[in-house]
């Protein structure tokens, strides 16, 4: 069931668990995740960053994709399809498409000019029945060409920009997305408190949860994250299983190279991990 993010966000917040945000990349991918969370009971979200709809050949494709797949899997779960990080006309480009939920990235604005847009956004949406993300402090790493620097969000931006009527806001809390280095110092609970205290019962996104240690997500979780993004440890997991099934030279058996068996086992592994994190995250039979 193709939904917006708002109630099962609110639940979560509310159950203090957390949602997965699983970023997809093509079909199987989408179907992986889409199976997995229908076998869990669990409410999840698929994220959809600009590159990965270019590459999807564009949102449209990715929209009626999720909602034929939703029907013809018979998908009872809560699913949102949430454009990630979002550039103003990517926005747009998700509301006409047919997205359930976007996520506004104004975070390399002056906050300003994020609250300005941000703003706008929240009145397109109210009207069209999405849920809409804002951030505030860009998360470090690279993605899709997009390098943040990882800062720590100001908690006092977070609560003018929670109180424009977002659903859901992703603040930096010293998250990078991909692989963390292996001097990272942490998350700061600080901050994360801190951004609690000032948005009150707004639902809080932690973004870049690959690699992010157990106990972490458990505790960020109890300070009011309510959901979690995942995209590289998804892909990393794909590309492992996919690397074993060639060297173990099993596309030269038989009908090895069919991509219906070439990618079986990239996509068994990608089940196995968005499992676990649900698991982690306390959303299974939470649909
Ligand atoms: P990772 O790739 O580090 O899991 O981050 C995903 C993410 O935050 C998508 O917005």
């Known amino acids: 069931m193709l939904v917006n993010a708002k109630d099962m966000l609110d ?29 869990q009971q669990s409410p999840v979200i698929l994220g959809v960053s600009e590159g ?16 034929a797949m939703i029907e013809e899997l018979n998908i009872t779960v809560p699913v949102a399809l949430h454009l990630d990080h979002g550039t103003y006309e990517g926005c747009y480009k998700c509301i006409e498409a047919g997205f359930s939920s976007i996520m506004f990235d104004g975070s390399h604005y002056p906050i300003e000019e994020n609250v300005a847009k941000t703003k706008e956004l929240v009145e397109v949406c109210a009207q069209k029945g999405l849920s809409l993300e804002a951030e505030v402090g860009s998360i470090g790493g690279e993605e899709d060409g997009v390098i943040g620097m990882g800062e720590c969000a100001d908690p006092n931006e977070c609560k003018a920009i929670a109180d424009l009527g977002v659903d859901m806001l992703a603040a930096g809390i010293g998250n990078i997305h991909g692989k963390y280095p292996a001097n990272w110092p942490g998350l700061s609970f600080e901050t994360l408190a801190a951004v609690k205290e000032k948005t009150g019962d707004m639902p809080l996104v932690l973004h870049g949860g690959t690699g992010i240690p157990e106990d972490m997500i458990k ?22 299983a996919t690397r074993k099934y060639i060297e173990a030279g099993k596309d030269l058996a038989g009908k090895g190279f069919d991509p219906r068996k070439l990618l079986a086992p990239g996509t068994e592994a990608i089940k196995e991990t968005v499992r676990a994190k649900m698991e982690l995250f306390g959303s299974v039979g939470k649909a």
């Open 11 to 39: 639940k979560a917040r509310d159950g203090r668990y957390a949602v997965g945000q699983f970023n997809i990349n093509n079909l199987e991918w989408t179907k992986a995740i889409l199976l997995t969370a229908q076998e």
């Open 219 to 240: 505790k960020a979780i109890s300070l009011g994250v309510a959901k979690i993004n995942v995209n590289t440890e998804c892909q990393l997991a794909f590309a492992d």
């Open 52 to 67: 990965a709809g270019k590459y999807m050949a564009g949102f449209k494709t990715v929209a009626q994709m999720v909602k």
